[in-house]
C-alpha cells in the first residue's frame, strides 16, 4: 500500500505531468507548478529558485511578492536558499529567521511567513535550483512533506534543464572562490595533462522521471535487482569483483546492501509516488547522498559511498546502459575516472585522446599502474572524494608529480600550471638531448637501459629514448586487447614486426603471464575460487597445464625470429623444473620445425623471471641451465611482504629500498655473478632514479624499465661514481640505517647524484 509521502506526491505530480506535456513556455509552466505545489501541500508560499550565471535567482512564486521576480538573487552559500543549493542538502526550520543564514530580502514580502522548507532541485549530481514552501504559522514539515517536495523536485530538474533555464557547469560543491577544488592522491605513474573529466561508467542521465505505468516501473525495479544480485553473488564466489582486484568485506558489504529489503522498498516507495524505475533508485540514491555529506566517521562514510557505488550499478541495470566511456568514445583530451580498472579495460582507450587517469583505489605495482605506465598516461591513485567533487566535463588539471588533480581550475592555477608544465618540458628535452649519450657512469661502468613494451608502437620508443633494447616485452598485452584469442599466424606477425622495428637491438621476450588481474574474458581460467589470485593459476603454471596456448606462442616466436637470434624467458618460476618443461616445450616445436625444414632462429637464449622467493633458494640449481636472469620486483615485492599489490590500503606500506628487499636482490646478484650470469631488473624499482641507484650500487648493471623514466635514469647514472657508491650501498645494508631512502637520498645529494 502506498505510503503517505507517495500519496501526497503523487497527488503533485498528477498535475505536473499535464504541465509539462502543454504547450507554454517555461515560464508559464514555472508559474503553474508553484501554484500545483502550495494548493496540494496547503501552503501559503512556494518558490521556486534557479542557478544563473552563477547565482540562485528567484524564478518563479505564489505568496512572495510577483515584483521580486527575476529581481531576489542570493549567491551559492548565501541566505537560506544559497546554504540549501551549497551543501546539496535539505532545511527544515519552524522560524526561519532563527538561522545563523538566514538573510533577509525585503522585496519578496517574506516578513510575516514564519516557517520555511527547502529542497534541491538537482541534477547530475549538482544542485540546480531550489524548492521551497513557507507558511505564517510556525512549525516544522512532516517527513510526509518533505518527501514529497523531494520527489517533485526530481521532476522539476527534467523541465527545468529540458527547457535550458539553468547554468550548465558550476557544481553544487564548488566552492565560494568560484569553484576550484583540489584533490590528492598516491603518484602512481608521474606526469601532466589537462582535459575533461570522462568516467568509465557514465552516470546515467534520467531523462524521464514520471511514470506512465506504476506497475510497470516496478516490475524493471524488480527484475533489475534479480540481475544485480545474481552479479553480486558471482562476484563473491569468484572472491574477486571483475578485473579490479576489490576485497572480500567489500564484496560482503556489496552482498548485504543488495539484499537489503529496506532499500529496495524505499525504491519501491518511490515508485508509488508516480516515479519511473531510473527516477526512483536516483531519488532513494539523493537521499543517500545527503546522508553521506553529514557522516562524520570515515568508515560508515566508505560503507555508504560502496552503497552509492551499487546504485550506480543498480541504474545502469534498469537503464541498459551498461557501456564504459571507451565503448562510447572519448572527447578530444579527456581524464578519466574509475574507482578502479584493469589492464584490459585501459588498453580499450585510445591513447591519443586519453591524457590521464583517475583512481579511487590503486596501487604502485598494479598492473593497470604498468599499463598506464607504458602508454605513457599520467594516473594518480587513492583520491577521496571524486564522485562528489567532480562532474562529467569538468575542467581537470592532474599534477601527479605533486600528487593533486586540480577541478575546474582558477586562472592563477592555470597560470601556474602551465608554467611549471613549460619547466618539465624543458626537463624532457634535457633528457631527449641525451639520446645518443651512452649511460656510463663518471668511473666508466657501461649499464646497460632498456625498455619494457608490449604493444608494437611501444617500439618507437627505441629511437625516442636511445635505449639499448627491449629488456621485457610483455607478450600478454595483445591477448588483453584483443576480443578472441590471438591466433598463431597473429602472434607472429606481432613478434617479427617487433623484431623488424628494434633492429640490431635485443628484444626479450616474456611469455604469457594471464590469470589474476590479467583475466582474459574468452578465456575461462577461473576453473576454482581463488582467494589470492595473484598467487594462484596465472603466468607460467596456467601455460604448462595449458600446453596448446603455449606450444602456439612457441611457434610464433621461433617463426618469427627466423635468421636473428631469439630471446624468450618464462614468467613466476618457483623451482628449477618448471623452467626445464618450459624449454623443452619450446625445444619440440623447434624440433617439429626442423623436420620441417622451416627457417629457424640463428640463436636462443632462454631466461627465468625471478619474481617467487623460493627461486632463489635454488638458484645454484637453476643458473648454469640458464642464459640470463631477470628480477620481477613487482611480484617479488608483494610475495617478500605478503602484500597484495591490489590492496589499496597496503599502497604505500612497503618501500623498494627497504633493507630486506635489498638485501634479498643482493643476494641473487652474487649468486648470478658466481655462475657469470647476466642478471637484470625489469620491474618499476629501475625506474625511479633513487631506487635505481641503489640497484647498481648491489652490482646491478642492466635495467628494463618505461620509456619515460629512460631519461632520469641515463641523467642519474651519467652523474654518478660507482666506485664511490658500492661500499656506502653495503655499509647502509650491513648496518641499516632507521630510514634507508632518507639515508641514500642523503648521500646522492652530497655526492651530487642526479636523482630529481
Not at 523536485?153 to 560543491?173: P, Q
Not at 600528487?403 to 633528457?431: C, H, N, T, Y
Not at 627457417?599 to 643458473?623: C, K, N
Amino acid at each position: 500500500m502506498p505510503t503517505a509521502s507517495a500519496t501526497s506526491a503523487r497527488e503533485i505530480l498528477t498535475g505536473l505531468h499535464d504541465v509539462m506535456a502543454s504547450r507554454a513556455g517555461a515560464q508559464a509552466k514555472l508559474n503553474k507548478v508553484v501554484k500545483i505545489i502550495a494548493e496540494a501541500m496547503r501552503s501559503e508560499v512556494c518558490s521556486i529558485y534557479l542557478l544563473r550565471d552563477g547565482v540562485l535567482e528567484l524564478f518563479a512564486t505564489l505568496g512572495l511578492n510577483q515584483s521580486a521576480v527575476h529581481v531576489t538573487k542570493l549567491a551559492m552559500g548565501e541566505g537560506l536558499v544559497g546554504t540549501i543549493a551549497e551543501q546539496v542538502g535539505i532545511l527544515n526550520l519552524d522560524e526561519a529567521t532563527r538561522h545563523p543564514e538566514f538573510a533577509y530580502r525585503p522585496e519578496t514580502g517574506e516578513d510575516m511567513f514564519h516557517s520555511f522548507a527547502g529542497v534541491p532541485i538537482v541534477r547530475r549530481e549538482r544542485a540546480i535550483g531550489v524548492l521551497c514552501v513557507q507558511h505564517a504559522d510556525p512549525r516544522a514539515y512532516d517527513d510526509v512533506e518533505i518527501e514529497a517536495l523531494q520527489t517533485v523536485a526530481m521532476v522539476l530538474s527534467e523541465l527545468i534543464a529540458g527547457a535550458g533555464l539553468v547554468d550548465k557547469n558550476v557544481s553544487a560543491t564548488a566552492v565560494r572562490d568560484g569553484g576550484t577544488a583540489r584533490l590528492s592522491g598516491l603518484k602512481l605513474v608521474v606526469g601532466m595533462a589537462r582535459g575533461c573529466a570522462v568516467y568509465h561508467q557514465p552516470r546515467v542521465l534520467i531523462e524521464h522521471t514520471v511514470a506512465e505505468d506504476t506497475e510497470a516501473e516496478r516490475h524493471r525495479v524488480y527484475s533489475a535487482f534479480r540481475k544485480m544480485r545474481e552479479q553480486i553473488d558471482t562476484m563473491t564466489s569468484l572472491a574477486e569483483f571483475g578485473t579490479a582486484g576489490e576485497h572480500h568485506e567489500i564484496l560482503e558489504t556489496y552482498k548485504m546492501f543488495a539484499y537489503d529489503e529496506g532499500w529496495s522498498r524505499r525504491i519501491n516507495d518511490a515508485i508509488d509516488s508516480g516515479l519511473t524505475a531510473e527516477a526512483a533508485i536516483e531519488r532513494v540514491q539523493q537521499r543517500t547522498r545527503m546522508r553521506m555529506r553529514e557522516i562524520q566517521d570515515p568508515l560508515l562514510a566508505e560503507r555508504m559511498h560502496d552503497l552509492d557505488d551499487l546504485a550506480n550499478r543498480l541504474l545502469r541495470i534498469v537503464s541498459g546502459q551498461l557501456g564504459t566511456a571507451a565503448q562510447m568514445g572519448l572527447p578530444h583530451e579527456a581524464i578519466l575516472i574509475a574507482r578502479n580498472l584493469g589492464p584490459a579495460e585501459l588498453l580499450e582507450y585510445d591513447r591519443r585522446k586519453l591524457k590521464g587517469v583517475i583512481l579511487e583505489e590503486g596501487s604502485l605495482t598494479a598492473h593497470v599502474t604498468i599499463v598506464a605506465r607504458a602508454m605513457g598516461v599520467p594516473m594518480l591513485g587513492r583520491v577521496a572524494d571524486v564522485r562528489r567533487v567532480i562532474g562529467e566535463g569538468d575542467p581537470l588539471l592532474l599534477d601527479v608529480s605533486d600528487g593533486v588533480a586540480w577541478v575546474r581550475p582558477s586562472g592563477p592555477i592555470e597560470d601556474a600550471f602551465e608554467a611549471k608544465l613549460m619547466v618539465s618540458q624543458k626537463r624532457r628535452a634535457e633528457f631527449a638531448a641525451l639520446r645518443d649519450q651512452p649511460p656510463i657512469t663518471k668511473d666508466g661502468v657501461r649499464i646497460s637501459v632498456m625498455v619494457n613494451a608490449g604493444l608494437r608502437d611501444d617500439v618507437a620508443a627505441l629511437n625516442v629514448t636511445g635505449a639499448d633494447g627491449i629488456g621485457l616485452f610483455r607478450t600478454e598485452f595483445q591477448f588483453l586487447v584483443s576480443a578472441t584469442l590471438p591466433g598463431r599466424e597473429s602472434q607472429q606477425r606481432l613478434y617479427r614486426s617487433v623484431l623488424e622495428a628494434a633492429g640490431d637491438k635485443p628484444v626479450i621476450f616474456r611469455t604469457v603471464d594471464i590469470g589474476g588481474d590479467k583475466a582474459l574474458p574468452y578465456l575461462n581460467v577461473a576453473e576454482a575460487t581463488e582467494e589470492n589470485p595473484a598467487m594462484g593459476w596465472r603466468a607460467l603454471r596456467l601455460s604448462l597445464d595449458r600446453d596448446v596456448l603455449m606450444k602456439a606462442q612457441a611457434r610464433a616466436l621461433l617463426e618469427a625470429a627466423a635468421g636473428r637470434e631469439l630471446n624468450v624467458m618464462f614468467p613466476m618460476i618457483s623451482e628449477p623444473w618448471e623452467f626445464d618443461e618450459a624449454k623443452a616445450l619450446v625445444e619440440s616445436q623447434l624440433k617439429w620445425m626442423s623436420r620441417h625444414r622451416k627457417l629457424l632462429p640463428s640463436h636462443i637464449r632462454y631466461g627465468a623471471m625471478l619474481e617467487v622467493p623460493s627461486l632463489a633458494e635454488t638458484l645454484d640449481i637453476l643458473l648454469p641451465r640458464i642464459d640470463f636472469l631477470s628480477i620481477g620486483t613487482n611480484d617479488l615485492t608483494q610475495f617478500l611482504f605478503a602484500a597484495d599489490r591490489s590492496n589499496p590500503r597496503l599502497a604505500e606500506r612497503y618501500d623498494w629500498l627497504s633493507p630486506a628487499i635489498l638485501r634479498f636482490l643482493r643476494r641473487i646478484v652474487r649468486a648470478a655473478a658466481e655462475h657469470e650470469v647476466p642478471v637484470a631488473v625489469c620491474g618499476e624499482m629501475g625506474g625511479r632514479t633513487l631506487e635505481a641507484m641503489a640497484l647498481i650500487g648491489i652490482g646491478i648493471n642492466r635495467l628494463s624499465i618505461t620509456p619515460v623514466a629512460v631519461g632520469p635514469i641515463k641523467a642519474m647514472i651519467r652523474s654518478l661514481d660507482r666506485a664511490r657508491l658500492s661500499p656506502a650501498v653495503h655499509h647502509f645494508l650491513d648496518h641499516p640505517p632507521g630510514d634507508m631512502r632518507a639515508a641514500l637520498t642523503e648521500w646522492a645529494e652530497t655526492h651530487e647524484v642526479s636523482i630529481g
